[in-house]
């Protein structure tokens, strides 16, 4: 009912429109005097007020009906059944609906008969009332909309004031968005630092992960939240992704911006932007699959013990998932080194290499290391590689050979695991919140670094 | 300048430097330098003008190969430089460049300090042994180009903050650090006002004792003002080249005639 009711509003918003233009045409060929605004902002101006009236007035009524239908049905319900618990009258009233709507409920008895008849004669008398004050709304606001057409009306400003109103709330859902997430990371994270008596370097310097081992007892146990391992195992991972794509994605950005013909390039750069378009889900099985295995069977040919999770795998994959990042960025920006001043240096006799080297380098670095900070970045929020190649438990070690655990890998262990999501909550939100910490730090100190050379270079 | 008949019997003495031989010039398809001859001569001054698009910036990328970075174009003919061909085969265009200078359009200095622009060519090509004697040649093609008492204080600095006039006059001073025996110029003054203009200007006159240099101007005035020999071309053909006396007083070919009275261009 709702969407033909939403439907409804559109068609009458349109036919609003139409009509006020139509009549400020009219005013127009009149020629009593020149209109302030064209014709279709007055159209504009009367969709608009159907609009805003109609939606606001559907949305309201309707919550506001429902909501009091359930509070009406819920006090007859409490009445009826005062001694059961609150969740077995919601149950009630749930199976109350479904009688009405003729859907299967969890039982049947006297009391759900009498509130699925209740519920279904509210239910027609809200319908009633929510089309009545919608349609009524709508009407009302294109009516008052249309008589006020007028030579002097000043339709354009006024529609125009909606519209940049329009676009403040959507900015501003966007800005509140982040605010809540921020904030319920830190609301959680708090509440974990009270359960562990605010000891904050058992988190950060503790080397013992093992965060729900002591719910049970009910209380966290500080003796074993030590992120450390957690921190250092995504540190390690992160540095052999960027040990595999910063030269890799480089170099092949400077090849297809200075050295490749146009048909290689061409044919190159889709390729490498296919390689952007491949699922992580797809990168993590080909970690613990194929490289993992050949890793650990290298190793033991040649003598060495590899762990069959080892970072090294996870590092590597990542790695090749982020060289078209790293040599996408790059190559735009390398490519955004004016050509002048390319000719400036080989018309001074440097070759191919040194021009790049000293001219267009330099000019791109700024790009280039921002590139790099936003591959970090992603390298450290990364989840699905590390969980399926990486390993889970929390081993502190430099070795890349053997198994380490990330930040990501235990959210994502703490959160689909059998401990309830409330008590799970506190550590993973924890863990989420420093790791935004450390990207938002990262990244402002990439700009930071940025502006720095901008201020050197241009 | 080229009124004085000094500095005319000065020229008529010169050797030359550059010798072109049906240079035939294509983009792609298009036709862009139809059967080019002329001979430029060292220690002077030669103007190329002619109205937009008629190839005289194209040519001069010809005479140190820099349209060899342009995938498209294709050079044919004949360009020697002290006798040798500069398309042979074995010629390094690096080599070429360090040979024959360019100055650019627009002034381009490199993201570097003011001294790192200069001792760029001298850098690359091992001019100099010690700091010392870096630092003298990056403070003698300074002063050649005229910079070097506003840029002495500030070599640190960013080349890219001097003012226009500046950075062309620092992208000259970089240009004849590397000791080049030719200087090409591609409109060197069109991105800049009329004061910076005439310093640049007087930089060229004094640049013709120790070099051969070409100027591409659009500015008939400049042409005029700066130099000895001027090439009229038109329509990718060079339809006139002489004394820039006799060019700009008693010019032979009637579209010359027409584009220096503004008939044409």
């Given at each position: 009912?709702?969407?033909?009711?939403?439907?409804?509003?559109?068609?009458?918003?349109?036919?609003?429109?139409?009509?006020?233009?139509?009549?400020?045409?009219?005013?127009?060929?009149?020629?009593?005097?020149?209109?302030?605004?064209?014709?279709?902002?007055?159209?504009?101006?009367?969709?608009?007020?159907?609009?805003?009236?109609?939606?606001?007035?559907?949305?309201?009524?309707?919550?506001?009906?429902?909501?009091?239908?359930?509070?009406?049905?819920?006090?007859?319900?409490?009445?009826?059944?005062?001694?059961?618990?609150?969740?077995?009258?919601?149950?009630?009233?749930?199976?109350?609906?479904?009688?009405?709507?003729?859907?299967?409920?969890?039982?049947?008895?006297?009391?759900?008969?009498?509130?699925?008849?209740?519920?279904?004669?509210?239910?027609?008398?809200?319908?009633?009332?929510?089309?009545?004050?919608?349609?009524?709304?709508?009407?009302?606001?294109?009516?008052?909309?249309?008589?006020?057409?007028?030579?002097?009306?000043?339709?354009?400003?006024?529609?125009?004031?909606?519209?940049?109103?329009?676009?403040?709330?959507?900015?501003?859902?966007?800005?509140?968005?982040?605010?809540?997430?921020?904030?319920?990371?830190?609301?959680?994270?708090?509440?974990?630092?009270?359960?562990?008596?605010?000891?904050?370097?058992?988190?950060?310097?503790?080397?013992?992960?093992?965060?729900?081992?002591?719910?049970?007892?009910?209380?966290?146990?500080?003796?074993?939240?030590?992120?450390?391992?957690?921190?250092?195992?995504?540190?390690?991972?992160?540095?052999?992704?960027?040990?595999?794509?910063?030269?890799?994605?480089?170099?092949?950005?400077?090849?297809?911006?200075?050295?490749?013909?146009?048909?290689?390039?061409?044919?190159?750069?889709?390729?490498?932007?296919?390689?952007?378009?491949?699922?992580?889900?797809?990168?993590?099985?080909?970690?613990?699959?194929?490289?993992?295995?050949?890793?650990?069977?290298?190793?033991?040919?040649?003598?060495?013990?590899?762990?069959?999770?080892?970072?090294?795998?996870?590092?590597?994959?990542?790695?090749?998932?982020?060289?078209?990042?790293?040599?996408?960025?790059?190559?735009?920006?390398?490519?955004?080194?004016?050509?002048?001043?390319?000719?400036?240096?080989?018309?001074?006799?440097?070759?191919?290499?040194?021009?790049?080297?000293?001219?267009?380098?330099?000019?791109?670095?700024?790009?280039?290391?921002?590139?790099?900070?936003?591959?970090?970045?992603?390298?450290?929020?990364?989840?699905?590689?590390?969980?399926?190649?990486?390993?889970?438990?929390?081993?502190?070690?430099?070795?890349?050979?053997?198994?380490?655990?990330?930040?990501?890998?235990?959210?994502?262990?703490?959160?689909?695991?059998?401990?309830?999501?409330?008590?799970?909550?506190?550590?993973?939100?924890?863990?989420?919140?420093?790791?935004?910490?450390?990207?938002?730090?990262?990244?402002?100190?990439?700009?930071?670094?940025?502006?720095?050379?901008?201020?050197?270079?241009? | 300048?080229?009124?004085?008949?000094?500095?005319?019997?000065?020229?008529?003495?010169?050797?030359?430097?550059?010798?072109?031989?049906?240079?035939?010039?294509?983009?792609?398809?298009?036709?862009?330098?139809?059967?080019?001859?002329?001979?430029?001569?060292?220690?002077?001054?030669?103007?190329?003008?002619?109205?937009?698009?008629?190839?005289?910036?194209?040519?001069?990328?010809?005479?140190?190969?820099?349209?060899?970075?342009?995938?498209?174009?294709?050079?044919?003919?004949?360009?020697?430089?002290?006798?040798?061909?500069?398309?042979?085969?074995r010629v390094d265009p690096v080599q070429l460049r360090a040979k024959v200078g360019m100055v650019f359009q627009k002034p381009n200095p490199f993201p570097k300090s003011i001294y790192d622009n200069v001792a760029y060519g001298p850098k690359i090509h091992g001019l100099a042994r010690t700091k010392g004697e870096l630092d003298e040649i990056v403070e003698k093609s300074l002063r050649r180009a005229a910079l070097w008492d506003e840029a002495k204080d500030r070599l640190e600095t960013p080349g890219t903050g001097l003012s226009g006039g500046q950075q062309q006059r620092l992208c000259i001073a970089r240009a004849v650090a590397t000791e080049p025996e030719v200087l090409l110029m591609d409109e060197p003054c069109s991105a800049l006002d009329p004061i910076a203009t005439s310093q640049v200007e007087e930089l060229i006159d004094d640049l013709r004792s120790n070099f051969s240099v070409v100027i591409v101007t659009h500015s008939m005035q400049q042409a005029a003002r700066v130099s000895q020999k001027t090439a009229f071309f038109h329509l990718g053909s060079m339809v006139e080249f002489g004394e820039t006396g006799h060019i700009f007083t008693n010019p032979n070919d009637e579209r010359t005639e027409s584009y220096i009275t503004g008939r044409i261009g």
């Open positions: 009912m709702v969407f033909t009711l939403f439907a409804l509003v559109l068609v009458l918003a349109a036919a609003a429109y139409l009509a006020s233009r139509n009549r400020a045409a009219r005013v127009d060929a009149a020629g009593d005097a020149a209109l302030h605004s064209r014709p279709s902002y007055h159209g504009l101006h009367s969709a608009l007020w159907v609009l805003m009236a109609g939606l606001g007035v559907l949305v309201i009524s309707t919550i506001g009906a429902t909501w009091f239908i359930t509070s009406t049905l819920m006090n007859e319900i409490a009445q009826a059944r005062p001694d059961a618990p609150l969740i077995e009258h919601q149950l009630i009233l749930s199976d109350a609906r479904a009688i009405a709507d003729g859907r299967i409920s969890s039982g049947s008895d006297m009391l759900r008969e009498q509130v699925a008849d209740r519920f279904a004669g509210l239910d027609r008398i809200r319908n009633v009332v929510v089309i009545v004050l919608t349609l009524g709304a709508a009407i009302l606001g294109g009516v008052l909309s249309y008589l006020s057409i007028s030579p002097e009306w000043r339709a354009r400003n006024r529609s125009e004031t909606v519209i940049r109103a329009g676009l403040l709330v959507m900015a501003v859902i966007a800005i509140l968005t982040t605010i809540g997430i921020v904030l319920s990371l830190i609301f959680e994270t708090v509440r974990f630092f009270n359960a562990i008596d605010w000891q904050l370097h058992k988190f950060i310097f503790g080397t013992t992960w093992s965060p729900l081992s002591g719910v049970f007892e009910g209380k966290m146990d500080a003796e074993k939240v030590g992120a450390l391992p957690l921190f250092a195992g995504t540190l390690l991972i992160t540095l052999i992704a960027m040990l595999v794509a910063v030269p890799v994605g480089l170099f092949a950005a400077i090849f297809l911006s200075d050295f490749a013909s146009k048909t290689v390039r061409s044919y190159a750069k889709p390729m490498l932007e296919i390689l952007a378009g491949i699922p992580t889900v797809v990168y993590g099985f080909f970690a613990a699959i194929t490289v993992a295995p050949f890793l650990r069977d290298t190793g033991e040919a040649i003598g060495i013990r590899v762990a069959s999770e080892s970072a090294l795998a996870a590092g590597i994959v990542m790695g090749i998932m982020i060289i078209p990042f790293i040599s996408s960025l790059s190559d735009d920006v390398i490519n955004s080194v004016p050509q002048s001043l390319r000719d400036g240096s080989l018309g001074l006799g440097a070759t191919k290499a040194e021009t790049i080297r000293q001219v267009v380098l330099p000019a791109a670095l700024p790009g280039i290391v921002s590139a790099v900070l936003l591959a970090i970045s992603r390298a450290i929020g990364e989840t699905m590689i590390v969980v399926m190649a990486a390993g889970q438990g929390a081993n502190l070690t430099a070795n890349p050979l053997e198994a380490v655990t990330t930040v990501t890998v235990q959210i994502v262990a703490l959160i689909t695991g059998d401990t309830e999501a409330s008590t799970a909550a506190g550590p993973a939100f924890t863990l989420g919140f420093t790791l935004f910490v450390l990207t938002l730090l990262m990244n402002m100190a990439a700009q930071r670094l940025v502006a720095r050379y901008r201020e050197r270079y241009d | 300048m080229y009124d004085t008949p000094n500095s005319e019997r000065d020229v008529d003495q010169k050797e030359i430097k550059f010798s072109a031989r049906d240079v035939q010039v294509f983009y792609g398809d298009t036709h862009a330098i139809k059967d080019v001859d002329v001979d430029l001569e060292d220690k002077t001054v030669t103007a190329f003008i002619g109205p937009s698009g008629c190839g005289k910036s194209t040519f001069l990328r010809c005479l140190n190969r820099m349209n060899d970075t342009i995938d498209v174009c294709r050079v044919e003919g004949d360009i020697r430089l002290d006798g040798e061909d500069i398309y042979d085969k």
